[in-house]
């Protein structure tokens, strides 16, 4: 069998392996497809204006072999052996050397060595490789994140940044195989301002986006600002939520305070459906334990947990917290407006630095809020 020769085949596909983060098996089937397509241009440009040869089907019954011992390709078709041949790329003559040497009957179908000469392949042909292989190894790369992390989009993961970009920050992720890694994007605006992004730091992250479409750009985004983080850490965290003894109701976060003095802040309302259980004691942990790892791995955000209510009075009430509420007033209960009542030595607190604990209640609860003052007693 005749063979087309690459030099350093094997190092080539370890090294576009490395470079793109993808198993052996992955390259070599992006390489055979490139190759292909190489042989495709190499038939049509001595196709002697065979019509045929444009079809986009027309090579379906066509495959490229490698051989890594030997570093080269072959070229094969397969045949089905004829009396008398009509279409010489889709059939063989029963009296050839090729169906005498598989000792094949008649209807049989043979796999034919078609390999062009080294020399025959020509320059266009390689380049029309090269331009390929670059397409299918992002087709392979795609193909790789679907399988391996589509269906962990909307969950936590450990991530440790690689670089930067005008974009943000290049994160890896770990696909659990063969120690690869997948890389993700963290966009400038779901970075928090205390994070160190410096290379090789370590973060837990929200995987929000998995693209489906081949891109030199990473398939994966993800978030540090998402309240899906808070929720996904704390389920993680939390052991009467992993076992879903108590469940999270409702998530308000302010992770990029516009004022830089301020503290990033969450509120959760948490609840749970056995009266034996203290949904709040629960996510808290001894004295706090399990609020303070998470926030400690969210470079010092407060996470305050709430406990829900279905009475929107209630609620407001324990929303605003730390403030002391007098009285809530549903205004408008359609449209969910609703003033809050506070002393005046409560204000501050209830509005917040920044109205910040003002703008988190309103969003727990899903009621716009008002606030009115009264003389303290």
């Keep these: 069998m005749s063979m087309v020769t690459l030099p350093g085949l094997s190092t080539l596909i370890e090294s576009m392996s490395q470079q793109r983060n993808l198993p052996a098996s992955a390259v070599q089937e992006a390489l055979q497809e490139a190759l292909l397509k190489g042989y495709e241009r190499y038939r049509r440009q001595h196709g002697e204006d065979d019509p045929n040869l444009l079809s986009e089907d027309y090579f379906e019954n066509f495959s490229v072999q490698l051989d890594l011992q030997a570093e080269g390709f072959r070229v094969v078709a397969r045949k089905t052996i004829v009396e008398q041949v009509s279409q010489p790329d889709r059939e063989i003559s029963i009296a050839s050397k090729g169906a005498q040497r598989a000792r094949a009957s008649l209807g049989q179908v043979v796999m034919v060595d078609v390999t062009p000469k080294q020399e025959a392949f020509g320059r266009l042909a390689a380049h029309q490789t090269k331009m390929v292989l670059t397409q299918k190894l992002q087709e392979q790369q795609c193909k790789f994140v679907q399988t391996h992390f589509a269906h962990l989009r909307g969950t936590v993961l450990d991530a ?6 005008r974009r943000g920050v290049i994160l890896a992720i770990d696909s659990g195989v063969d120690g690869l890694h997948v890389e993700a994007e963290l966009p400038h605006y779901d970075k928090l ?32 600002a998402s309240s899906h983080l808070i929720e996904g850490l704390l389920v993680e965290t939390v052991p009467a939520l992993r076992e879903q003894q108590v469940e999270i109701k409702a998530i308000s976060r302010d992770a990029i305070p516009r004022d830089r003095e301020v503290t990033p802040r969450s509120k959760v309302a948490v609840a749970s459906a056995d009266p034996a259980i203290d949904p709040v004691a629960a996510c808290l942990g001894d004295n706090g334990e399990l609020v303070t790892a998470i926030g400690a791995q969210m470079n010092g955000e407060k996470i305050e947990i709430l406990p829900w209510s279905e009475d929107p009075i209630a609620l407001i009430a324990t929303a605003l917290s730390p403030a002391q509420v007098r009285e809530v007033r549903l ?3 359609e449209g969910r407006e609703a003033v809050v009542v506070v002393a005046a030595d409560q204000e501050a607190l209830a509005n917040g630095p ?7 209640a309103a969003r727990l609860t899903g009621w716009k809020l008002k606030l009115e003052t ?3 007693e």
């Design 374 to 376: 009264v003389a303290a």
């Design 354 to 360: 920044n109205a910040q604990n003002l703008h988190l």
């Design 160 to 165: 440790t940044v690689r670089r930067h970009d």
């Design 193 to 224: 301002p205390n994070d160190d992004y410096t290379e090789d730091a370590h973060f837990k992250v929200y995987l929000k986006k998995v693209y489906d479409n081949p891109s030199s750009r990473p398939l994966l985004r993800v978030s540090r």
């Design 331 to 333: 205004l408008d209960e």
